[in-house]
Structures are given as C-alpha cells and as structure tokens.
C-alpha cells in the first residue's frame, strides 16, 4: 500500500513549475498528502526571486492561478473538495539541488514533484540541470513532468502504467511500487524488458552477430521471468502485460510508452554517482530527460513509497544489532 504523507513541490514560478503543481495537487488530494511549496533562492547566482517578497502574495497567487480557495493563515488549499494542507517555505543555498534535497532530508519528505525543462547538448552536459541533480541526490522517490503543449492541460487519469524491467533488485522495487499506484489508481501495467542486441563482426562471436543467433527463444524465456517476478509481488487484481523489445534501452522505452499509450512511467535508479555517473549517465536520466509523460524514479535508497517496507524498516531499528 502506498505510504506518502509530504510532497516537495520546488516552485520557481515558472510554467513549467505550476505545470508540476498541478500533479503535485492530484497525488495529495488522492493520498491525503502535507504539501511543501518551496522556493530555492540561490545565493550571488542569476536566479531571480520570487515576484514578490511577501510569503503570502507570491504563493498564494500562484496557487489562485490554479484555481484553488487558499487560506495561507491556516495553511490549507481547497482542490477537488478536498482540504490540502500547505507548508511555504523560501530557503536560500549556494545552488538550487542541494537546498532542495536538504529540505527533503530535513523535513522527511516522501516525494518530490518537479519540473524537468528537457535541456539538451553541450549546456546540459556542463551545467546539468536541477532536475537531474536532484533525481541522482534525493533521499525520496521524484515525479518528474514535462511542461504541455497547452498552458491549460491538466493532468488526467492514470490508466497505464509503463514499468521497465531489467531483473535487478532495483526492477523489483520499482515494480511493487507501480502495483501499489496501479491499485490505487485502478490502473493497468505493462512490462518491458529490453534487450540491447548490438551487432558485432562475425569473428567476435564465431559467426553470431545477435543474442538472438545464440538463443532464439530469448524473449519467450524474458516474459517468463517477467510473469515470475510479477505473480512473486504483492497486489493482487492489477492487470499486467508483459512485452519485449530490442534496441537501446532509453530510446526504446520512450517510444514504447508512446505506442501503448503510458500515462506514466515508473523506474527505478541505481544511483549512479561521481565520475562513472558523468561518463555513463543512466536509463533513468535520460528517459526523465526526453519523455513525453511523467516519470516516477523509485529509489535503490533513501525512503520508500510502501507502507509494508517503512514499517519493516522501523521494525529493523529496534532488533538488538540496532540498538
């Protein structure tokens, strides 16, 4: 069962922030969730401050613009005839990320929400992106999403879910989460398992220029194991199809979400860090980078979206080898 009680919401107010609001306000009316609005304020940088010094105008305002009733004094939003309660806060650091990520550890944050500008080339290369830092640094899950062709588009139900599978212990986790969402959501998942099939010259691999050469019943043995580790997870009742390809794992998942029509993407990280993070970057990364849909990267640490493992954890602290 899902367990989120604080959502991060880093807001900037830009388009692309209040875009980001908008699925931040969904997943707390749905799972009754403490909104934190924050602004990063970034020490002797060229970020410009909020429009207003006035906690109460800049915030407020950008929440009217949503269409919301917002009572700052009691700290309470109105969205969808639910009472959300809402923390604003402005904090100020030397760069945006690890003001961001040090709120989420300080407060115990379970989920940040944020925008991701899709940069690209040379600049993304040197600058990186506060996205990209935060998604490789934060002690939580992160829901990243694009801004709409549309200023007006509001995030609508989710009915499929897109779960990469690579069979790691990471795989796992992100898939029991994106049951845990399906269930809540009644929502369908579908399972792909990529197979990078590069070509190399015959002498390579004494004449077998394809995994497929050596094992052709590679993705009938794939889904198998997919289906294996489905039926191993709990949630039952949530509807699963299971599906292969072959081509470079990023690229592939992106366009399988939009072939089938995913409404959200759910992965997992390894947390790659320092200089093979740099060289190498990872799937996750560049699907949160190029998709066209919102994606949820679940953690290989830091806090967990499931009730079950958070109370397995407190249970963990007071065994004697803990104490």
Do not use: W
Not at 150 to 168: C, E, Q, Y
């Amino acid at each position: 069962m899902l367990q989120i009680q604080k959502i991060l919401v880093p807001h900037d107010f830009s388009d692309f922030s209040e875009h980001a609001m908008r699925y931040a306000l969904k997943v707390a009316s749905t799972c009754e969730a403490e909104l934190h609005l924050v602004f990063a304020e970034v020490l002797y940088g060229d970020d410009a401050p909020p429009p207003e010094r006035s906690k109460e105008t800049s915030f407020a305002r950008a929440l009217r613009d949503l269409g919301l009733s917002v009572d700052l004094e009691r700290g309470v939003a109105h969205y969808e005839d639910t009472e959300i309660t809402i923390v604003h806060r402005i904090i100020r650091d030397v760069a945006p990320a690890p003001a961001l990520v040090n709120y989420a550890d300080d407060e115990d944050i379970d989920l940040i929400v944020m925008s991701t500008h899709g940069r690209r080339g040379l600049r993304r290369l040197l600058l990186g992106s506060v996205a990209n830092e935060v998604l490789r640094t934060a002690p939580c899950s992160v829901l990243t999403v694009r801004k709409p062709g549309a200023a007006d588009d509001v995030p609508g139900t989710v009915r499929s879910i897109l779960v990469p599978i690579d069979f790691s212990k990471y795989s796992k986790a992100a898939l029991r989460t994106a049951k845990a969402f399906a269930k809540l959501a009644d929502a369908r998942l579908d399972l792909l398992h990529v197979i990078e099939d590069d070509l190399h010259p015959a002498f390579y691999t004494i004449a077998a220029q394809s995994i497929y050469d050596i094992d052709p019943e590679i993705d009938q043995k794939a889904i198998a194991e997919m289906r294996q580790m489905d039926e191993s997870t709990p949630e039952d009742g949530v509807k699963t199809d299971y599906h292969v390809r072959d081509g470079h794992a990023a690229r592939t998942i992106i366009d399988f979400a939009e072939e089938v029509g995913s409404d959200l993407i759910i992965m997992s990280t390894h947390g790659l860090r320092g200089l093979e993070h740099f060289f190498m970057g990872s799937v996750a990364e560049k699907v949160v980078r190029r998709a066209s849909v919102p994606v949820l990267t679940v953690k290989a640490f830091g806090k967990t979206l499931l009730a079950e493992d958070a109370d397995a954890a407190d249970a963990a602290t007071l065994t004697p080898e803990h104490s």
